[in-house]
């Protein structure tokens, strides 16, 4: 991720605290998280949505929960994955990401809708790994030839991170 930022953007070494500068308000700090090499970590209240970095898709902003799934799939670059409840797209350009857009991410969900946003976002990010399908992944022939390098399957049906930040005010 280092290469997409802007010199003296969003620069870090891991574990460090780092700071950004942002239109909207003072130097404000963040870090690596430690444990999720690739996801940085802002203090509550930090809003991003109008960064040049999240306007361009350099990055996707997202709870912690949402970042668990791609790595605990951990597919090495050129790995050929079905993500088979994949709209938005946040699980599935995390896993291109950590896959070095390498390799096929085959893209399955049922809700036009949803998937429109995702291929937008794949756009975006400028993610070419990931080829979107809108159906069921239940409706997916197993034997067809072009899943037949198929070795990982990331599947979140009701979305890992959908809802978490509100729902975790309480513990806070």
Known sequence: MRDLLPK?????GRNEESRYESKNSADKK???DKHLSDVLVFPAGT???????Y?????LLQDKASCLPAH???????SHVIDACAAPGNK???VASLM???GKIFAFDSDSKRLTVMQRLMRMASVECVTTRNCSFLEVDPLDVKY?????IVVDPSCSGSGIVSRMDNFY
């Not at 605990?72 to 050129?78: C, E, K, Q, S, T």
């Not at 037949?148 to 990982?152: D, F, P």
Request: with cysteine.
């Open 8 to 12: 003296g953007t969003l620069e870090t």
């Open 30 to 32: 963040f870090m690596c």
């Open 47 to 53: 809003d991003l949505h109008d960064h040049p970095l």
């Open 55 to 59: 306007v361009s898709g350099h990055i």
């Open 72 to 78: 605990v799939l951990a597919a090495p670059p050129g």
């Open 92 to 94: 599935s350009s995390h």
């Open 100 to 102: 070095n857009n390498k």
């Open 148 to 152: 037949s390098n198929v070795q990982y």
